[in-house]
């Protein structure tokens, strides 16, 4: 073969090879142009999927037509000092301060000097080998609120208090408990069909928002009141911060 025609050869063979290199590199662009559109419509309906997740638990919070604060909390008692007490049916220490605070506070309602607000908050779900107590008997304190024996079922759930860590009370028990206190079947189906259990988050998220992270907390007339070394408050003490509030 003459030099001329290997020369042109070797031109053509080049020639081919960038085509063939152009093609492979359209190929290449393409692939990545394919999969970036599959991510992003993944990417849409994962948004999508989402969003509607957030719609479905938004349509399910169920606020009782009788809470207050943002529909946060149940008020008993009509004073001129609020006392807000945020509290989780699970803890002991609620127990504890329910206890010695109970009478105090039920004389200072009496007497028309506080408004107590309590807040059924649920910080230890954690704590019932995943039966989710905090949050099925604050659910539950909203029915009983919601069929007019809030501070009745308030009392009888800390009188049936189960141990930290146990499985806590069934709803059989929850709907015992509530028709002892002359709540019938309206509150046994809130129970049941979990009705307010959405709200319950909303009153936990509310609490953590306000910077509060314990329970029982309690805040009397906008101001958290502690005992000793960040001990709950005595009763004595409680009694001492709204008359100080009063003026």
């Known amino acids: 073969m003459s030099k001329g025609n290997r020369d042109r050869l070797a031109a053509k063979r080049i020639v081919e090879q960038q085509k063939a290199a152009e093609r492979r590199r359209r190929v290449t662009i393409w692939t990545s142009v394919a999969v970036v559109a599959v991510l992003v ?5 994962g948004w999508a999927v989402v969003a509607k997740q957030d719609s479905t638990d938004a349509s399910k919070l169920t606020t ?3 809470a207050v604060d943002d529909g946060t909390a149940f008020a008993v008692g009509t004073g001129p000092v609020t006392v807000d007490l945020y ?6 220490i609620c127990h504890e301060f329910e206890t010695q605070a109970a009478d105090t506070i039920t004389q200072l309602i009496a007497d028309k000097k506080i408004t107590a607000r309590y807040h059924p908050v649920a910080i230890l779900d954690r704590a019932s080998n995943g039966t989710e107590y905090s949050t099925r008997s604050a659910g539950a304190a909203a029915a009983a609120a919601e069929g007019g024996k809030f501070s009745e079922y308030h009392k009888v759930l ?3 208090q189960p141990e930290e860590n146990s499985d806590g009370l069934d709803n059989a028990k929850l709907i015992e408990l509530g028709k002892s206190v002359g709540l019938g ?3 046994a189906t809130a129970v049941n069909d979990k009705t ?4 319950a988050g909303k009153v936990t998220d509310t609490f953590s928002s306000r910077g509060y992270t314990g329970t029982p907390t309690i805040v009397v007339a906008g101001k958290q009141l502690q005992g000793s070394n960040g001990s709950i408050p005595t009763a004595a003490q409680l009694s001492a911060a709204v008359q100080a509030a009063a003026g």
């Open 41 to 45: 419509f993944a990417g849409l309906i």
């Open 64 to 66: 009782p037509t009788v």
């Open 87 to 92: 509290e989780d049916f699970m803890c002991p």
């Open 158 to 160: 800390y009188d049936n």
């Open 185 to 187: 079947d309206a509150f």
């Open 196 to 199: 307010y259990t959405a709200w």
